[in-house]
């Protein structure tokens, strides 16, 4: 008997081959290693001391889990690469990879708390789709920055901040691959299936996703920081879809377009807050991710990168204003005679070229880089909060921090670029109108 018989619960066959989100290995998945659940199988020979021993098994109960050298049932799945852990609906689901990149300090972790935040309603709620988590203790971390910023531990109303994304710590996973110690992404893993009230049951397994995100740290995404030891950010090869965060506020030709003075201490730092800045061209960051991209597939100089790119514009509230289009509209609405809504491509391209024209007057370099690399680049403007945040009290080293109250925030067009990624991929899970 083989790992093939790993029982599921889905209708869907496991699939011959999987590729692990950590390390991007492929394998047959009868090669999958179980991880051990008894606590005398302590200490793994890849992960160290403190990890279960990964195994090959051989045994197995009536209920099709393995059981380990001590005859304890086990349900866990690992890489037979790397031994990091699989969550069970890659081994069955169609999987969808997603990598979100960008400089320090542009709202990648707000970002990303808020999309998830938000599809996790969206989906149900305008959609009849369920999405959840793959695995919840692998989710964890993104669990926590969604408490933090929507329910702001016990009271909604006490300012809140997400902290930053590290470059070490538990967001990356260490592990020996050919006998080297590497690090490795931590993949943020989620699921979405239809609900019983799904009106179109028969396309319910074409519409059944595992979906795989990467949250680095922004400093993984400079020149250099990706090597070897650290292959941080080569999700960025295997991804369907690549999500760039690029922060207007951030940008002096941005702040001096704006023809008032903006009442938001990102825009506005005479309003007294610490704003944290990234030291390089946000440009230049993308220049940098399409390089490793074009190294790792061995791409000459003139090839188009086939990955699309959406160049996503965080902390729309702060500079809606010189966009002349407040976009609060969302590109869904329910169909007609079904209990479901209907994603709107063509709105949302036309908000695409409207900021394309924008970038084209103030950030021209951004256009050019992302168009003269990507065969499809589109624009969206979100805003992780949809409200200025608000300058807290000194802390120990006389800053004021940035804060926001949960109970203010109402995030803005967050869901659009994972839904939109998935119409530039064919990778659909809700209903599209597109041109006829």
Not at 188 to 208: C, D, E, H, Q
Not at 312 to 320: G, P, Q, Y
């Amino acid at each position: 008997m083989s790992a093939t018989n790993i029982s599921v619960s889905s209708s869907m066959k496991i699939k011959p081959q999987i590729s692990c989100p950590h390390c991007w290995h492929e394998f047959p998945t009868d090669q999958i290693l179980f991880i051990s659940e008894s606590p005398d199988l302590l200490g793994d020979p890849k992960l160290g001391d403190a990890d279960q021993l990964r195994f090959l098994p051989y045994r197995f109960s009536v209920d099709r889990a393995a059981y380990d050298a001590h005859g304890v049932s086990c349900h866990k799945l690992a890489c037979p690469n790397c031994h990091l852990q699989i969550p069970h609906p890659l081994l069955h689901m169609p999987s969808f990879f997603i990598s979100i990149a960008g400089a320090p300090a542009v709202g990648k972790s707000y970002f990303f708390a808020s999309m998830v935040w938000q599809l996790r309603k969206t989906m149900t709620r305008d959609f009849c789709m369920n999405f959840t988590d793959a695995d919840p203790t692998l989710n964890q971390r993104i669990r926590d920055y969604e408490m933090r910023q929507f329910m702001g531990g016990y009271d909604p109303e006490v300012p809140v901040a997400i902290e930053k994304t590290d470059v070490q710590g538990d967001i990356y996973n260490n592990t020996l691959i050919n006998g080297h110690l590497t690090s490795l992404a931590q993949p943020f893993s989620f699921t979405i299936s239809p609900l019983p009230s799904y009106p179109f049951p028969k396309n319910a397994n074409n519409v059944t996703q595992a979906i795989c995100m990467y949250d680095n740290a922004g400093e993984s995404f400079l020149p250099g920081a990706d090597n070897a030891a650290q292959p941080v950010t080569r999700h960025l090869v295997t991804s369907d879809v690549i999500l760039f965060l690029f922060d207007p506020t951030q940008d002096t030709r941005f702040k001096n377009a704006c023809k008032t003075i903006v009442n938001d201490p990102q825009m506005n730092p005479a309003l007294g807050g610490d704003v944290r800045r990234s030291k390089v061209n946000q440009s230049t960051v993308l220049t940098e991710i399409i390089t490793r991209i074009k190294t790792q597939l061995y791409l000459t100089t003139q090839e188009k990168i086939k990955t699309p790119i959406i160049i996503v514009l965080t902390k729309f509230d702060a500079w809606h204003q010189l966009a002349n289009f407040p976009h609060y509209k969302n590109p869904w609405q329910r169909a007609k005679n079904y209990p479901t809504s209907v994603y709107d491509v063509n709105y949302v391209n036309e908000y695409s070229q409207r900021l394309r024209t924008l970038l084209l007057d103030l950030i021209p370099d951004l256009v050019g880089t992302a168009e003269a690399n990507a065969e499809k680049v589109t624009y969206i403007a979100v805003s992780a909060t949809g409200t200025a945040p608000e300058v807290g009290l000194p802390d120990q080293d006389g800053k004021r921090p940035l804060l926001y109250r949960p109970a203010s925030i109402k995030p803005v067009w967050v869901e659009v670029p994972f839904f939109h990624a998935q119409t530039l991929t064919g990778k659909y899970c809700v209903p599209v109108v597109t041109k006829s």
